[in-house]
């Protein structure tokens, strides 16, 4: 079975800039998940995703974060303009379904300067 | 404020000892806990995890306690062994509930010495 894959695998932008992160999850997983973690901070969910629908962004900062889910498979994550306090491992993460276990890609590393 | 709580930050271990890691939680409607281990460059790897109904679940050189009345868990690892040199979260969820997502500690780093 095939992992949860994520592109780019580094990024570094100046502040005020625009990104874009995506991500394939496991096929046939209903939910994804896009998880940010500061370095020495644990993961923190920004938004979940069941099927193409939005079941949870109460975390993500709507100002500048952006995020979908097309035709209920891939997904992106889009940050316009970006911060230095933005500097972050992206993760994304999909699962069968709500309750289940995830699996985690390898992550996207941001770095604002 | 912070529901999920690892206090220490790294842990030093020789080969062949018990390592425990120590997890505390807030939030007594979580009622799934799973711990994962997360190598550098890596994503985080799913471990092993523990229902609220029981109180140890134990998979190989893994075992995970669960002391509801006093909002901790901890993860045993019976031999030790320098491969499993890494960064542990523990995380917490509402498996009952509508959202499934998951809440973690900062994670603590293990390091497991020849």
């Known amino acids: 079975e095939a992992g949860v894959a994520q592109s780019p695998r580094y990024k570094i932008i100046e502040k005020r800039q625009s990104v874009a992160f995506w991500c394939n999850p496991i096929s046939g997983h209903a939910t994804l998940y896009w998880y940010q973690q500061i370095l020495g901070q644990g993961p923190k969910l920004l938004i979940q995703?069941?099927?193409?629908?939005?079941?949870?962004d109460s975390q993500l900062p709507k100002d500048r974060f952006s995020a979908e889910r097309l035709k209920g498979v891939d997904s992106t994550l889009k940050i316009q303009p970006a911060k230095l306090e933005d500097s972050a491992v992206y993760l994304c993460a999909s699962s069968p379904g709500q309750g289940y276990g995830y699996t985690f890609g390898s992550g996207t590393r941001l770095t604002v300067v | 404020d912070q529901q999920v709580k690892q206090n220490s930050p790294s842990l030093s271990v020789q080969e062949g000892r018990i390592s425990i890691l120590n997890c505390d939680y807030t939030n007594s409607m979580f009622d799934y806990f799973l711990w994962y281990k997360k190598y550098p460059a890596e994503g985080p790897t799913f471990l092993i995890s523990?229902?609220?109904?029981?109180d140890k679940n134990e998979d190989g050189r893994f075992t995970v306690f669960l002391n509801k009345s006093a909002k901790h868990l901890s993860l045993h690892i019976v031999p030790s062994q320098p491969g499993d040199s890494a960064v542990y979260f523990c995380a917490a969820s509402f498996y009952g509930g509508s959202q499934g997502n998951l809440i973690f500690g900062k994670g603590t780093k293990l390091s497991v010495k020849p």
């Open positions: 523990i229902s609220s109904i029981k």
């Open positions: 995703f069941q099927n193409n629908g939005v079941v949870d």
